[in-house]
């Protein structure tokens, strides 16, 4: 049985699964998946692009990206993956593709040289008030009726929203989003990568880079960062709350927990995480559908 001792978020791991060029048949068959597209629509080839962002003036905002990568049809896709909510990807992924978006016209260029750029945040929280795990963000006019354009599209993927189901009915997509949770059987995780060749291989990358000391003890120096700073983060809250500056807020909280608005709302409109928002709820006894 291979490994089942991995977090697929960690920034090292992921990036050593989906970023490098000899992976890039598990980073196609994760993208197509995403985009929903099969057989003759599917994307065949992609090279990895530099990640650095320039800004346009000195002053102006520099960004690092996660992975970026230019498939065969000259589309720019931008992979993000965030363990925790910071509160802000909407901004980020919109101003990380605008920032794409603009970079592949040269000055003097006519506007039809623009190229379709796609991002896909891969997210460990909920973040949309919205059901499902996958959705996808256009430009589209009031009534949803028409599409302005195919060069913008910002899809969201919330891990926490994943349910259980029954492989034989599972997508591909369905199926990368149970493999990445990792919180299937063990007879269920062989399941899904015997019946998907690329989950399969990222299988086996994983087990390499677990076996490989160096890689795996920086692995777990990003795991205790990322642990960390959600125990800032709650520590800060609890100092805050003995203050009593936070009571306004908390008391907010758990008013909307009351009446039923999703943890992952009343996290972004209180801007805490939602582990403190959840272990609020239990303090005063309110439970979470």
């Known amino acids: 049985m291979r490994t089942r001792d991995f977090n697929a978020l960690n920034d090292l ?28 629509r599917a994307l065949i080839d992609l090279r990895f692009a530099d990640r650095e962002i320039d800004p346009e003036e000195e002053t102006g905002k520099g960004s690092t990206l996660d992975l970026l990568c230019m498939t065969n049809d000259e589309t720019q896709i931008n992979i993000e993956v965030q363990v925790q909510n910071r509160h802000n990807m909407g901004q980020r992924s919109l101003y990380y593709w605008a920032k794409l978006y603009q970079s ?10 623009l190229r379709r750029t796609v991002a896909i945040n ?10 499902g795990f996958h ?6 006019d009031e009534t949803g009726k028409h599409r302005l354009t195919e060069d913008i599209e910002i899809h ?24 990445i949770g990792n919180k299937l059987s063990d007879e ?24 490989d000391a160096g890689q795996r003890r920086k692995y777990e120096q990003r795991e205790k960062f990322e642990h960390d700073y959600v125990s800032d983060m709650e520590g800060s809250w609890k100092r805050g709350v003995s203050q009593g500056r936070q009571l306004g807020i908390a008391h907010m909280a758990m008013n ?31 439970e979470i559908p």
Not at 122 to 131: D, V
Not at 135 to 140: C, E, P, Q, S
Not at 162 to 176: C, E, N, Y
Not at 190 to 208: F, G, K, L, V
């Open 188 to 211: 269920e995780m062989e399941a899904i990568a015997m019946s998907e060749a690329a989950i399969d291989t990222a299988w086996d990358r994983i087990e390499a880079f677990m076996r």
């Open 122 to 131: 891969l997210l460990g929280y909920e973040y949309l008030p919205l059901s």
């Open 13 to 40: 791991l992921f990036k050593f699964i989906f970023g490098r060029k000899e992976n890039k048949a598990i980073t196609l068959s994760f993208i197509n998946a995403v985009l929903g597209l099969e057989g003759a």
């Open 104 to 113: 592949t016209l040269w000055r003097g260029e006519n506007y039809n040289n």
């Open 156 to 179: 969201f993927l919330e891990l926490p929203k994943v349910t259980r189901q029954d492989i034989r009915s599972m997508r591909t997509l369905d199926k990368w989003m149970a493999f």
């Open 135 to 140: 959705h996808m963000y256009g430009l589209y």
């Open 256 to 286: 909307m927990l009351r009446v039923g608005t999703p943890v992952a709302t009343v996290a972004q409109m209180a801007e805490l995480p939602e582990s403190v928002i959840c272990k609020m709820a239990e303090e005063n006894g309110i």
